[in-house]
């Protein structure tokens, strides 16, 4: 989810993307590559393997950063998703005017949401012939990104050599006139700049974190032998910020330039994923979806606050069988979006508050803590799965999640606290990924809807 980076490192960048040139070359067919585990060359779905970004054993692990940067992380995305619906442009640094001529720095530039240390990951293939790479899965942002040589500013640690365009027989970079780099604005929420005739991108991120380079056309690899040509993504030449050790990013938003929505006329426009716990492993299904058993389904909710987020509305939540005790009202009076990459659910402040006290009433003969970061409904010790009592989230038509004791709670410090896995919001509700792990979750944007089924990951 995208919002605005001081534009020094954006502009300043110009200076140097001048400098290099890539080679435009032909494509390759569809379903040629030897990447991930399943495709369907009649244009069903494609599954790609999922990882929780602290499971030891994903290919881009961040088991080594204390839980509490992930929460102050998982903070930033919030507040900025906040600045973002309420159109407030990030403040452009006055400095900045006796570097630049101010005409070229004058657009305000709109926040986002934090990305990375929250968000799971996957691997894709990219070039011709085709390497493969772990990007970060995010539903909440649009337009696909990975870094690339020679890394002209900066490239973070990621897994594996970062990627050469000069090494792929069929990759290009995207002139300034085309379609593509018109659409950035609408894509990144950041004007796009123009060296050389090369179309530059601006991808940032509310704890700082950001993306600059080439927008760039090559041929992307998924599935077992699923090949999609002049897929459009950034070529990154100024990479800074909390990716943890990724190649880039998948975007699986609605705008048209996601990954998504370029491979929705081959595939379908749908996908599904199971986000896993720490000790299991989940999936991404890109393609339509063949209304299997066990789902309910809840409309996909328009939106003029972002048209490309996915909105919902949460009907009632349940402690031990019984709706908590807050009106109706109160679950509407701010928006509710599902997001991949926000690790704690936000409620609106009075709903949250609900919970929490419906939720401390069948925990009596535990001790209470201190909050611990944005977690305020704590106790010492660690919680039998057996003493927590059932949550659901029941939303519009119906559909329900009736959530495991992993998902209600959260295990802090070595077991010593353990506290309740959401916190309140005062602009915007959100189903976060804590709630979701195990899930199937489907995104039938096709058909405007949203569906869930239990027990979905290995």
Known sequence: MEMGLPLFYALSILLYLASVAFAENT?????????????????????LTLYHPRNPRSPA????????????????????????????????????????????????????????LGNYVTQVGIGTP???????????????????????????????????????NTYRAITCSATECTSLRSATLNPSACSSNVCIYQASYGDSSFSVGYLSKDTLSLGSHFAFPNFTY???????????????????ARNKLSLLSQLAPKLGYAFSYCLPTTKSTGFLSIGSYNNPAGFSYTPLVSSSLDDALYFLKLAYISVAGKPIAVPASAYGSIPTIIDSGTVITRLQSDVYTALSKAFLATMRGHKRADAYSILDTCFKGK??????????????????????????????????????????????????????????????VAGKRLGFAASGCR
């Open 27 to 47: 494509s390759p067919a569809l379903c040629s590559s030897k990447f991930n585990t399943k495709c369907n060359s009649n244009s069903s779905s494609l599954h």
């Open 61 to 116: 692990s961040i088991s080594d950063v204390p839980i509490s940067t992930i929460l102050s992380h998982d903070e930033a995305r919030v507040k900025s998703l906040a600045l973002r619906f309420s159109k407030i442009p990030s403040s452009r640094p006055t400095s900045l005017d006796r570097h630049f001529d101010t005409k070229s720095v004058s657009d305000p530039l709109t926040p986002g949401g934090s990305v990375g």
């Open 130 to 168: 085709a390497t493969s790479y772990v990007m970060v899965v995010d539903t909440g942002s649009s337009l696909s990104w990975m870094q690339c040589r020679p890394c002209t500013v900066s490239c973070h640690a990621q897994v594996g050599t970062v990627f050469n365009p000069k090494s792929s």
């Open 234 to 252: 950034g070529c990154g030449q100024d990479n800074e910020g909390l990716f943890g050790k990724s190649a880039g990013l998948i975007g699986l």
């Open 383 to 444: 919680v039998a799965s057996t003493a927590v009592a059932a949550v659901a989230l029941v939303f519009d038509g119906g559909a329900t999640m009736k959530l495991r004791p992993e998902n209600i709670m959260i295990s802090l410090n070595n077991g010593k606290l353990t506290c309740l896995a959401f916190a309140p919001a005062t602009s915007v509700s959100i189903i976060g990924n804590t709630q979701q792990q195990t899930f199937k979750v489907v995104y039938d």
